[in-house]
């Protein structure tokens, strides 16, 4: 079974940058999508980013096209996410999750995914 663990979280000031990593422990397949969600308090997780594990293809969220980029390392198992420009609204705890998910999924939405971290906190000071 896959686990997925992320790290990478801290403070930063209003357009600043972090970068997020997510290592997958385990086997994963051809058809494995990892993503990245952000859950800030008293708001409904919300979807960041995913990457497609064997074509690359990569996904975003409206709010953070243009500023954050989701990149994979096949060779160390390890998904990233390169977050620029950050503003205040981006703050919340970020989660890496992973499943297999048939080409038909959207990617984007909690349920589609099996297998979470334990997030890991991104604050943006003004």
């Known amino acids: 079974q896959v686990q997925v663990a992320e790290s990478g979280g801290g403070l930063v000031q209003a357009g600043g940058s972090l970068r997020l990593s997510c290592v997958a422990s385990g086997r994963t397949s051809s058809s494995y999508v990892m993503g990245w969600f952000r859950q800030a308090p008293g708001k409904e997780r919300e979807f960041v980013s995913a990457?497609?594990?064997?074509?690359?293809?990569?996904y975003y969220a409206d709010s953070v096209k243009g500023r954050f980029s989701i990149s994979r390392d096949n060779a160390k198992n390890a998904v990233y996410l390169q977050m620029n420009s950050l503003k205040t609204e981006d703050t919340a705890v970020y989660y890496c999750a992973g499943d297999q998910i048939n080409s038909s999924g959207s990617y984007s939405q909690p349920y589609e995914y099996d297998t979470w971290g334990q997030g890991t906190q991104v604050t943006v000071s003004s």
């Open positions: 990457i497609k594990w064997s074509v690359g293809r990569t």
